[in-house]
């Protein structure tokens, strides 16, 4: 590893998807070209699996482009199929982006564009049907909602009433864009929100009444929820597996 490279993630199988040494498939996405190695992908996605088992399977050298997600998604969510060191991977993508394909990607992001990239890559791991990215995924992201929210006392008060606005977005994407029924992210997400969030800031009526429109399994997530500690993953990630069963 060069000089220039030592922050970068000690990682060979992401070094391999770096250079693209031998490989022998590609993945397109919004003019963006992923060349990645087939035994990787295929072990890691049942949605992959079954494309090089069918469309794919006697073809040397193929093509599949992704629609209906971005580009910084289907960079999380290969990164996540070579990487050993998943979960720092979820916790600052863009280093690991900016690293892997600087011709694509910049570490320079903000939070909320880290948050916002997580959440793309959440809804493209339940189309490639990836569960346990899902829920590796998941845990850091509300660990950033968890955290963020924490931080937020510490925000001079001309700023905070942006940065909950800002945080309002958020968590309105993340009802709109994850999967309805699939019991992970959604109801997580109503669980963070009544037991994080309105617990110290009062009667936020507008991320309740988020939670009430589009979650109508919101309580029953909060009974699920109620005896895990959103801060400690290991247990977080054991909720998460519940609701995803």
């Not at 022998?24 to 919004?30: K, L, M, V, Y």
């Not at 690991?96 to 809804?123: C, H, I, N, R």
């Amino acid at each position: 590893m060069s000089t220039e490279d030592a922050d970068y993630p000690r990682d060979e199988a992401c070094q391999a998807l770096r250079e693209a040494r031998f490989a022998d498939f590609t993945i397109t996405c919004d003019g963006k070209i992923f060349k990645v190695h087939r035994p990787t992908i295929y072990y890691k996605s049942n949605y992959f699996k079954a494309l090089l088992d069918n469309d794919f399977k006697e073809k040397a050298d193929a093509t599949v482009d992704l629609k209906e997600t971005t580009p910084v998604a289907v960079a999380i969510v290969l990164l996540y199929c070579y990487a050993r060191e998943v979960t720092e991977l979820c916790k600052c993508p863009y280093k690991w982006l900016s690293k892997t394909w600087p011709q694509y990607f910049s570490d320079s992001e903000g939070p909320f564009a880290e948050m916002d990239a997580l959440l793309d890559a959440y809804v493209l791991a339940d189309r490639l049907l990836m569960k346990t990215a899902k829920v590796v995924i998941a845990c850091e992201l509300l660990r950033k909602l968890t955290e963020g929210h924490a931080a937020s006392y510490s925000i001079p008060t001309d700023a905070k009433q942006l940065w909950k606005t800002g945080m309002i977005q958020l968590i309105d994407r993340i009802y709109n864009k994850a999967p309805v029924g699939d019991g992970g992210l959604r109801s997580a997400m109503s669980g963070l929100i009544f037991r994080n969030i309105f617990n110290t800031w009062g009667n936020f009526d507008q991320l309740k009444q988020i939670a009430r429109e589009k979650d109508a399994d919101a309580f029953v997530a909060l009974e699920i929820l109620a005896n895990y500690d959103y801060k400690q993953q290991s247990t977080f990630t054991q909720c998460l597996n519940k609701t995803m069963e």
